[in-house]
């Protein structure tokens, strides 16, 4: 059975337009909305996208996901606006402009997991109300240090200082060079419009004269000429900066960060390669203020308080053995702080589980759309 998406914009309060996707009916009892992590895009639960309406049926579940502002095919997050409450706000506009009446399941997976939480802290009173039951999937309630990044613990210490500057200056870096590219291709935009007019206006002043038929026609073709090589330039300028971002980005993460290194930091034992290109493609779209005022934003969560408010609706905790960028001592954590979860451990699993463990995290969807449908 081949599952369709449905393509949507939705415009949040401030103004930014977020790109948002969906499968199954939407007149189905439950909905599932799919919240994806940092760096990352819908395109991480592409299999959940299409897998839970095959497991349940079309006209059984509804399943939302959409990008974060910043990421993916959503608008840029203006200044100040990189924070995870903000993000817990856009989903509300999601919730509001996509979603129907009926109960939602919540899927999380990293900063979509905290984004839930800043959701439970701000509007405890849409759990059990709208939000039926949830999913923290490769998440973390608090207490990141830079062993969440894959790095020893004897550099936490000097990790927390030195890392958000870090990414901060990669991130400059990146938009930088970012708007330097754009200026390049407005600027080779504006010579050939100017091309085009002069052309234009060569063609109006010959045509006056009968005589200087054929300087017209001769113009009229230069204009046309100019016009193709303007769209051949503006379509070769995309395509390198296309090219060019997945080398800016990975040069910018640092010398030995290479393919290799992402698979093995991101992922665990077992992965098909596609799930690594998705990974790479997404990173080298985020801009470089997302790339670091979020990653800033992450290493000041600290919700844990707010995983009471789910105490009374089905939790699922799904985590990695070999998640190497938030450890399994976040997810124990978690099940610690909030005793009514599920806690599903995967043997092997690194922290982009909805790809390596496709069929496992759909499972365990399906089986909280069902719980939700009898709440």
């Not at 009926?102 to 997976?109: D, N, R, S």
């Not at 839930?116 to 999913?135: V, Y």
């Not at 092997?348 to 759909?362: F, K, N, S, Y």
Request: aromatic letters at 4%; glycine letters at 8%.
């Amino acid at each position: 059975m081949t599952i369709q998406a449905e393509r949507t914009r939705v415009v949040t309060p401030d103004g930014v337009r977020l790109h948002v996707e969906s499968t199954g009916s939407p007149d189905a009892p439950v909905t599932v909305v799919l919240v994806h992590g940092w760096t990352c895009s819908v395109r991480s639960w592409h299999h959940q996208l299409s897998g839970l309406p095959q497991v349940l049926g079309p006209s059984a579940v509804r399943v939302v996901a959409y990008d974060h502002r910043g990421h993916g095919r959503s608008e840029a997050a203006p200044v100040g606006s990189t924070r995870i409450s903000q993000l817990a706000d856009d989903f509300l506009a999601v919730l509001d402009s996509v979603v129907g009446e009926g109960p939602v399941v919540y899927a999380g997976h990293s900063m979509g997991g905290m984004t839930l939480m800043a959701l439970a802290d701000q509007r405890p009173e849409l759990f059990g109300s709208r939000i039926k039951a949830a999913a923290l999937v490769s998440t973390s309630s608090g207490q990141i240090s830079s062993r969440a990044f894959g790095l020893p613990a004897r550099f936490d210490g000097a990790a927390a200082v030195v890392a958000p500057r870090a990414m901060q200056l990669a991130g400059e870096r990146m938009e930088r060079r970012a708007q330097r590219r754009t200026a390049t291709a407005r600027g080779a935009a504006e010579v050939a419009e100017a091309g085009v007019a002069a052309a234009e206006t060569a063609a109006a002043e010959t045509a006056e004269a009968e005589t200087a038929a054929a300087e017209t026609a001769e113009a009229v073709e230069a204009a046309a000429a100019v016009e193709a090589a303007a769209a051949e330039t503006a379509a070769a300028v995309e395509a390198e900066t296309r090219q060019r971002a997945v080398r800016a980005l990975l040069r910018e993460l640092g010398p030995g960060l290479r393919r290799p290194a992402v698979r093995r930091l991101v992922f665990g034992k077992k992965v098909d390669p596609a799930e690594v290109d998705i990974l790479l493609a997404d990173l080298a779209a985020t801009p470089g203020r997302s790339y670091s005022g979020f990653f800033e934003a992450i290493t000041q969560h600290d919700l844990g308080h707010a995983l009471d408010v789910l105490s009374d609706i089905p939790v699922e905790i799904m985590h990695g053995t070999r998640d190497r960028l938030l450890p399994p001592r976040h997810a124990n954590r978690m099940a610690e702080l909030l005793p009514s979860a599920r806690l599903w451990m995967y043997p092997g699993a690194g922290h982009m589980l909805m790809q390596e463990r496709p069929r496992d995290v759909t499972h365990r969807l399906a089986s909280l759309a069902r719980k939700a449908r009898e709440l």
